[in-house]
């Protein structure tokens, strides 16, 4: 058992950052050693406090891609960190995972299930909330989706990406107008994608695997 736990809370949402310090206070096995609002102040306080855990917002200033956030994990030494994201990033999740961060909870998930969050990570364990465990789930089966489509198909789903028209992607790929209108319609379908941005991240994927 771990009876005592540091962590830092990093979130730019000042009343957010004071929910997450009572509700994380409330568990009389964590301290709070610090609270801050930027990736500059957070490596910072990181280095200087040596934290068992550091609870990090998704939208952090400072923490612009992928790139940065594997950067700020190697450089948080046995600290391990856990992502709190927002709904209308939920795309991004599939690429965070590649970050090889402790932990991802979702912003709206219950007080018990953020005290369990760090203390699994703290012992060590790998956690995912219950509304990252169904997006990862998701993310599964639409890259499957994905490398089943042959190259007419991936064609057609970076035209959508570049923001071709159907008229466009029916010249740019070859296929009429109505296959694509009826493409698009069944992509939704499938994948639940509504955004540019997710179907990007999953054209980013099979670039990575390829």
């Not at 310090?21 to 964590?30: E, R």
């Not at 400072?62 to 939920?90: E, L, R």
């Not at 599964?140 to 489509?149: D, T």
Request: charged share 20%.
């Amino acid at each position: 058992m771990i009876g005592h736990i540091t962590l830092i809370i990093a979130h730019n949402h000042l009343v957010f950052r004071a929910i997450l310090h009572h509700i994380l206070q409330s568990y009389a096995g964590i301290c709070i050693l610090a609270r801050v609002d930027s990736a500059v102040e957070l490596l910072k306080k990181t280095k200087e406090l040596a934290p068992d855990v550091v609870l990090v917002e998704l939208g952090l200033p400072g923490m612009a891609d992928v790139a940065a956030w594997q950067q700020f994990v190697a450089h948080c030494g046995n600290a391990k960190v856990v992502v709190s994201w927002h709904h209308s990033d939920a795309d991004k999740i599939p690429g965070m995972m590649r970050a090889s961060c402790a932990g991802y909870i979702a912003r709206d998930a219950s007080p018990a299930e953020y005290v369990y969050a760090v203390k699994q990570v703290a012992k060590g364990k790998e956690f995912y909330c219950t509304q990252t465990q169904k997006l990862r789930g998701s993310t599964n089966e639409i890259a499957n989706f994905a490398k089943s489509l042959d190259d007419k198909w991936l064609r057609m789903l970076y035209c959508i990406c570049i923001g071709y028209s159907n008229k466009e992607t029916s010249a740019a790929t070859g296929l009429k107008e109505n296959t694509v209108k009826s493409y698009r319609k069944k992509l939704k379908s499938i994948t639940g994608f509504r955004s540019v941005a997710a179907l990007e991240q999953m054209l980013k994927g099979i670039g990575d695997e390829k």
